[in-house]
């Protein structure tokens, strides 16, 4: 079976069907770190400028064609060792002193993510959030 083909099970007669050439698949991890930071803000200034942390939950997304061999776009293994790498740059740390970042923004922070795990692997997507504000940003990625 080629990497375009799946099987239908729908039914007891098992049928082959193919994906459209312009299928593409998209293998996500999520991940969560907890961090502090100041920020610069024209809006609740006193409180944004104060050391403060939250609950970051991150997802990153990879894209490709699965390989024919391996029948897998990634190996999840690798996108967990890269998210374990820049987990370790961010968790439980000031983020206002991460070397790279700039101000501690759900952008930046996104854009910190991809360029990091981007270096062995093809990102396509991260989003972060802050589930107890509600806040969240997501950066999409162009091949």
């Not at 007669?13 to 593409?24: M, Q």
Request: aromatic share 4%.
């Amino acid at each position: 079976m080629g990497a375009h083909d799946l099987k239908d099970s729908s039914n007891s007669e098992s049928k082959t069907k193919t994906l459209p050439s312009s299928a593409v698949f998209e293998l996500s991890q999520e991940f969560y770190f907890e961090a502090a930071h100041t920020l610069e803000r024209e809006f609740e200034v006193e409180g944004s400028r104060r050391i403060h942390g939250h609950t970051y939950h991150a997802k990153v997304s990879v894209t490709g064609i699965p390989d024919p061999l391996r029948g897998m776009v990634v190996d999840l293994a690798v996108l967990r060792e890269e998210i374990c790498n820049v987990r370790e740059i961010l968790d439980h740390q000031l983020l206002d002193e991460i070397q790279g970042l700039g101000p501690a923004t759900l952008e930046n922070l996104s854009r910190f993510i991809a360029d990091a795990i981007s270096v062995r692997l093809t990102v396509s997507q991260v989003s972060v959030s802050r589930s107890a504000s509600g806040d969240s940003c997501v950066l999409r990625l162009n091949d």
